[in-house]
Nanobody, 116 residues
């Protein structure tokens, strides 16, 4: 069974940067893409960024375009999310998973808090 472990969150002031990492263990055969999601208090989980295996195509939600970058390290089986110019509205718990259903079991996520 696939296990996803997110890390790298924390508190940062507006305009700051954080780099999140997602460690993937278990069999991922048949997976054709992965993504980062976030869920803010009282809101539904939303897709932030995704990539498609076998290509260089990446896709970003409008609210993070130009600020966030998704990348992967196949050897380490990690998926990273570089987040720059963070805004208070980016505050949420961030998760990684397949870019579309059916999802793997969700990890615990990593909290990102942006405030002054």
């Amino acid at each position: 069974q696939v296990q996803l472990v997110e890390s790298g969150g924390g508190w940062v002031q507006p305009g700051g940067s954080l780099r999140l990492s997602c460690a993937v263990s278990g069999s991922t055969s048949g997976v054709d893409g992965m993504g980062w999601y976030r869920q803010a208090p009282g809101r539904q989980r939303e897709l932030v960024a995704r990539f498609f295996l076998g290509s260089s195509i990446t896709d970003y939600a409008d609210f993070v375009k130009g600020r966030f970058t998704i990348s992967r390290d196949g050897a380490k089986k990690t998926i990273d999310l570089q987040m720059n110019n963070l805004k208070p509205e980016d505050t949420a718990v961030y998760y990684c998973n397949r870019y579309a259903q059916p999802f793997f079991p969700w990890g615990q996520g990593t909290q990102v808090t942006v405030s002054s």
